[in-house]
């Protein structure tokens, strides 16, 4: 059977994820179903037309299925016509013209300015603690630089410049930048590597490391970021490491940052996908100008 077949080519040849393979064969039988109980017609992939294609759509979403999954299940029915076409001989590929609904794409979350500015200013210089300083460093680090957490757990203690204020960081598909940095860094990274050595010692290839040197990972960033923005009763609903990365950008437009510059600190391929924080500064905008006008508050009145 070719639906059969096709389950077996996503988990053989396409070496697809098992979750993944459940998900297109989820989908796929979803549409399988309606055609054989709404449509009253044969399953067959050689019968199936993008009426047909179009009114399963339609159905989806009178009974209030997202537009994310009505997105997804497209996909999964536009893939496995490509793989009939490619491998099954299908002369006509009735998905071609198949559109869906568009999802809406939320507005990255990030930390208001003032915010973040009160968290960091909490963090005391006093400290000596190893692990204080370090998970201070981390948050610091990621708001001031914009980094990846996976780049953050992935630095390398070399790749640490203090003299010339940057450091280097492994991005996506191995592409290396430079990020530069500021004098308040500097010195708490100073400070960092000062009780480090004290607790390591200076055999350490990674920057950031455990008490007892081994290298950090994605969970105790993530822990670490969750403590202080709770900590901080930090209005943003969510906690997660991005969210820094989030407010680094944002902050940079705010303040006046082109556009071009801040893609490359983030180390995005494309323009656009940086142009998504200029949505986040045109709503502070707004929201500035509502607070701030007097026409625009007697409006609101």
């Given at each position: ?71 997804r299940k497209v996909t999964a029915v536009r893939s496995f016509y490509d ?219």
């Open positions: 059977m070719l639906y059969t077949a096709y389950y077996e080519y996503m988990r053989c040849e396409m070496n697809l994820s098992s979750r993944t393979v459940l998900a297109y064969k989820s989908d796929l039988e979803q549409l399988r179903a309606f055609c054989r109980e709404n449509l009253c017609k044969d399953d067959d992939p050689n019968k199936i037309s993008l009426a047909d294609l179009r009114l399963w759509v339609t159905d989806m979403a009178s009974r209030g299925v997202g537009a994310r999954s009505v997105a793989y009939l076409c490619r491998r099954e001989g299908f002369s006509v590929n009735p998905t071609l013209r198949l559109r869906a609904p568009k999802a809406p794409k939320p507005l990255p979350a990030f930390v208001p300015q003032n915010e973040t500015e009160e968290i960091i200013d909490n963090f005391t210089e006093e400290a000596d603690e190893f692990r204080t300083v370090r998970n201070d460093l981390i948050v610091t680090m990621l708001y001031s630089t914009g980094m990846r957490a996976s780049e953050l757990t992935g630095l390398k203690d070399v790749a640490v410049d203090v003299m010339a204020c940057e450091l280097k960081v492994l991005g996506k598909r191995n592409k290396e930048r430079i990020i530069p940095f500021g004098q308040e860094l500097r010195s708490m990274i100073q400070q960092y590597r000062s009780l480090r050595r004290e607790t390591v010692g200076d055999d350490v290839e990674n920057f950031f490391v455990h008490a007892d040197g081994r290298p950090i990972h994605y969970a105790l960033v993530n822990r670490t970021v969750h403590a202080v923005l709770d900590g901080a009763a930090v209005h943003s609903s969510k906690r997660s490491p991005h969210v820094l990365r989030h407010s680094f950008a944002t902050d940079m437009l705010n303040n006046g940052a082109e556009l071009t510059a801040v893609q490359q600190l983030l180390g995005h391929s494309s323009l656009a996908t940086t142009q998504k924080y200029t949505h986040l500064t045109y709503r502070e905008l707004q929201n500035n100008y509502k607070l701030a006008h007097p026409r625009a508050q007697k409006k609101e009145d």
